[in-house]
C-alpha cells in the first residue's frame, strides 16, 4: 500500500515459527496448522530459532520446553530480552503433567499460554487462531497509525505552504498597495485641477471625459486604501488585550456618525462583553457591520441591533439590521474578497469590508456568517473566545442611539 508516494507495508501471511529438536514432532505440528493465510517457519533448537527472528515477524512462536543445548526456557528469556520480539506470543510445547511446577516457571518466562502433548489438533488450530487475528489487527492498527502520521505530514506541510503563500501575497497586497498610493495620488490630483482650471471653457465631452478621469482615480485610491486595510487586518502583533466591547461598539457608531445622521439611523445594544483580542480589529469589525446595515438600507431608516451572548467557551455576537437582506444563493459569496452583490452606481464601494470582517474574527478564533431574507434584513452572527475570568461578565446595560 502506498500513501503520498511513501509505502506502507500490510503482511499477506502471517508467520507462524515451530521450535522443536524432534523433527518428526515438528512436522506434525506443521501439518496441523498449515492454511493459505499463514507462513509456516521450522527450528530444531533454540539457537536456530534465535537466527529466524533475525529476519522474520511472527504473529506465534510454539516452542518445546525441553530441547537439546538451549532449552525452551533459555530462548524464551532471550526473545523476551529482544525489543524487536519482546511482545511475540510464546506458547509453550510440553509432555510435563499439567501440576507440575514447570508449568509455573514457563509463564514466568513469558509463555502466554501451555499446549500439552500429545496435542489435540483443533486445540492448537484454536489457540493458534486467536494469536494470529490479534496479530493481523494489531499490524492492521499499525498501517492505520502509519497512514494517518503520513496525513498528518502532508497537512502540516500544506498548512505551511498555505500560511507561507498567504503571507507573501498579503505582503505582496501591501508593498503594491503602499507603492501605487503615491502615483495615483498624483494623478487625481491633477485630474481635479484639471476640472477646475478648465471648469466652462471645454466643451461638454472634454467636461465628461474630465469626470470619468477624476472617478476612476478616486475609486482606485478607495480601493488601495482597503487593500491595505485588508492587508493589515488579522495581524497579531496586539491580540493579547483585554477589549471592552462596549467601548469597541461606541468608537464604532463616532465613526459612522456623519454616515447614520444622514439616514436617521438607529443602533440599540445587549450588554457586552470584555474580551482578549485587539480593539482596532474589533472596532473596524462592528463598524463594517454596522456600516454595512446603514448601507444596504431598504425605504426605512435603518433600524440596527447588536447583542451577545454566551455559548459554551465562546461569546455569540449578532448585528440583525431591518435592510435590504440577501438572497439565498448569496450569502456563501458575500465574505470573498472583491464580491459585490449591486451595481457601484447603486451602491458604493469596493467589496473588501465583510472580507475584513472574516479576517479579523478567524485570527481572534472565531466564525462568522449571516442568516438573511431577502427583503427582510440580514443578522451577521461571529464568534469569540472567551475569557476564564470576571472580566468575562457582560458590561452595564446601555443602549446607544443615533
Known amino acids: 500500500m502506498t500513501l503520498n508516494g511513501s509505502r506502507v507495508s500490510v503482511p499477506q501471511a502471517v508467520n507462524i515459527l515451530i521450535v522443536d529438536d524432534n523433527r518428526d514432532s515438528t512436522l506434525a505440528l506443521a501439518a496441523i496448522l498449515e492454511g493459505p493465510d499463514r507462513e509456516i517457519l521450522k527450528a530444531y533448537s533454540g539457537e536456530d530459532a534465535l537466527k529466524h527472528l533475525l529476519h522474520h515477524d511472527f504473529g506465534v512462536i510454539l516452542l518445546d520446553v525441553r530441547m537439546a543445548g538451549m532449552d525452551g526456557y533459555e530462548t524464551a528469556d532471550v526473545i523476551r530480552s529482544r525489543p524487536k520480539t519482546r511482545d511475540v506470543p510464546i506458547i509453550f510445547l510440553t509432555s510435563y503433567n499439567k501440576e507440575d511446577a514447570q508449568v509455573v516457571r514457563g509463564y514466568a518466562h513469558g509463555a502466554v499460554d501451555y499446549i500439552f502433548k500429545p496435542v489435540i489438533p483443533d486445540v492448537l488450530k484454536s489457540k493458534v487462531n486467536v494469536f494470529l487475528e490479534l496479530y493481523r489487527r494489531t499490524e492492521a492498527l499499525k498501517t492505520k497509525n502509519a497512514e494517518l502520521e503520513l496525513a498528518e505530514k502532508e497537512l502540516a506541510r500544506r498548512v505551511e505552504e498555505l500560511a507561507r503563500s498567504n503571507a507573501e501575497l498579503e505582503r505582496f497586497a ?42 476612476g482615480a478616486s475609486r482606485m485610491e478607495q480601493l488601495i486604501h482597503d487593500l491595505l486595510s485588508y492587508s493589515r487586518a488579522g495581524e497579531r502583533n496586539s491580540m493579547s488585550g483585554f477589549v471592552n466591547c462596549e467601548e469597541a461598539l461606541n468608537d464604532a457608531l463616532e465613526n459612522l456618525k456623519t454616515a447614520m445622521d444622514e439616514c436617521r439611523a438607529t443602533v440599540t445594544h445587549d450588554p457586552l462583553p470584555t474580551v482578549n483580542g485587539d480593539t482596532t480589529q474589533l472596532i473596524q469589525v462592528f463598524q463594517n457591520l454596522i456600516g454595512n446595515g446603514v448601507k444596504f438600507r431598504s425605504d426605512r431608516s435603518p433600524s440596527i441591533h447588536v447583542s451577545a451572548r454566551q455559548r459554551g467557551e465562546e461569546w455569540l455576537f449578532c448585528v440583525q439590521d431591518n435592510g435590504i437582506g440577501i438572497e439565498a444563493q448569496y450569502l456563501d459569496r458575500i465574505f470573498v ?61 446601555a443602549t446607544s442611539a443615533r
Open 174 to 215: 501591501y508593498v503594491a498597495s503602499h507603492d501605487l498610493k503615491e502615483p495615483l495620488r498624483m494623478v487625481t490630483s491633477y485630474t481635479k485641477l484639471l476640472a477646475s482650471r478648465y471648469e466652462g471653457k471645454l466643451d461638454q465631452d472634454a467636461n465628461d471625459f474630465i469626470a470619468f478621469a477624476v472617478d
Open 337 to 397: 474578497l472583491f464580491q459585490r452583490l449591486h451595481g457601484r452606481e447603486e451602491y458604493p464601494g469596493t467589496g473588501i469590508g465583510l472580507a475584513i470582517c472574516k479576517k479579523i474574527v478567524e485570527t481572534h478564533g472565531g466564525r462568522i456568517w449571516v442568516e438573511s431574507e431577502f427583503g427582510k434584513g440580514s443578522t451577521f452572527c461571529f464568534t469569540l473566545p472567551g475569557l476564564a475570568r470576571k472580566e468575562n461578565v457582560p458590561n452595564k446595560p
